[in-house]
């Protein structure tokens, strides 16, 4: 994958078509760490077309885990309400309780912000 602006853009139009080899090379993105120039955005706009692919239990779990883990440990930034609103419409259920643990154990307050708005905002 090319992880430049256009190059991820282009990755990122594969999810309109629904395409396994688009969604695979994309969530394999979206599960790595990468800190360069528009990843996050990037990361935004999977998230957010994601939502209408098909996907594997396995891929949805990885990314799940992948979500929960960024917010657990805190790192996390710009546009991550994205990646927690692919997760909820995923597994509500799952989210919704790491959350409400969160917002009760967390040591960081803004760990504790975004647990205390998916708590708040999705019911």
Same mark, same amino acid.
């Given at each position: 994958?090319?992880?430049?602006?256009?190059?991820l853009?282009?990755?990122?139009?594969g999810?309109?078509?629904d395409?396994?080899?688009?969604v695979a090379?994309?969530?394999?993105?979206? @599960?790595?760490?990468? /800190?360069?120039?528009?990843?996050n955005? *990037? %990361?935004?706009?999977?998230?957010?077309?994601l &939502?209408?692919?098909?996907?594997t239990?396995d891929?949805?779990?990885s990314?799940i885990?992948?979500i929960?883990?960024r917010?657990e440990?805190g790192?996390f930034?710009e546009q991550f309400r994205?990646?927690l609103?692919?997760? @909820?419409?995923?597994? /509500?259920?799952?989210?919704?309780a790491a *959350? %409400?643990?969160?917002?009760a154990?967390s040591? &960081?307050?803004?760990?504790?912000?975004?647990?205390?708005?998916?708590?708040?905002?999705?019911?």
């Amino acid at each position: 994958m090319d992880l430049t602006k256009p190059g991820l853009h282009d990755a990122a139009d594969g999810l309109l078509l629904d395409d396994p080899a688009a969604v695979a090379e994309c969530l394999e993105f979206f @599960l790595d760490e990468s /800190r360069g120039y528009w990843h996050n955005r *990037a %990361r935004a706009m999977i998230a957010r077309r994601l &939502k209408h692919c098909s996907t594997t239990v396995d891929q949805r779990s990885s990314a799940i885990d992948c979500i929960l883990n960024r917010l657990e440990t805190g790192n996390f930034s710009e546009q991550f309400r994205d990646q927690l609103r692919l997760a @909820l419409h995923w597994n /509500r259920h799952g989210v919704m309780a790491a *959350a %409400r643990g969160l917002v009760a154990n967390s040591p &960081k307050p803004h760990v504790r912000r975004f647990a205390e708005w998916i708590v708040r905002r999705h019911p």
